[in-house]
């Protein structure tokens, strides 16, 4: 998915067209944050300029995925 979102981008606050490809997860609540379950994945593009991320969300986790990610990460 990160090859089809990085294909021809640039920078949207500078235009720059170099960037860094990673990964990001969060919790989407407070219940999930204190069960430290972080259901939602993004992959993020930063400009190697100006430092400008985009986040681009990943498809929905499945429960049991989230589960082992959050014993075995």
């Given at each position: 998915?990160a090859?089809?979102?990085?294909?021809g981008?640039s920078?949207?606050?500078?235009?720059c067209?170099?960037h860094?490809?990673?990964?990001?997860?969060?919790?989407?609540?407070?219940?999930?944050?204190?069960l430290?379950?972080?259901?939602?994945?993004y992959t993020?593009?930063?400009c190697?300029?100006c430092?400008?991320?985009d986040?681009?969300?990943v498809?929905e986790?499945?429960l049991?995925q989230m589960?082992?990610d959050s014993?075995?990460s």
């Amino acid at each position: 998915m990160a090859r089809k979102i990085t294909e021809g981008y640039s920078c949207s606050k500078c235009g720059c067209a170099e960037h860094q490809v990673g990964r990001m997860k969060a919790s989407s609540g407070s219940i999930m944050a204190m069960l430290d379950i972080e259901d939602n994945e993004y992959t993020t593009i930063t400009c190697t300029r100006c430092g400008f991320t985009d986040l681009f969300q990943v498809e929905e986790s499945t429960l049991l995925q989230m589960i082992g990610d959050s014993f075995f990460s």
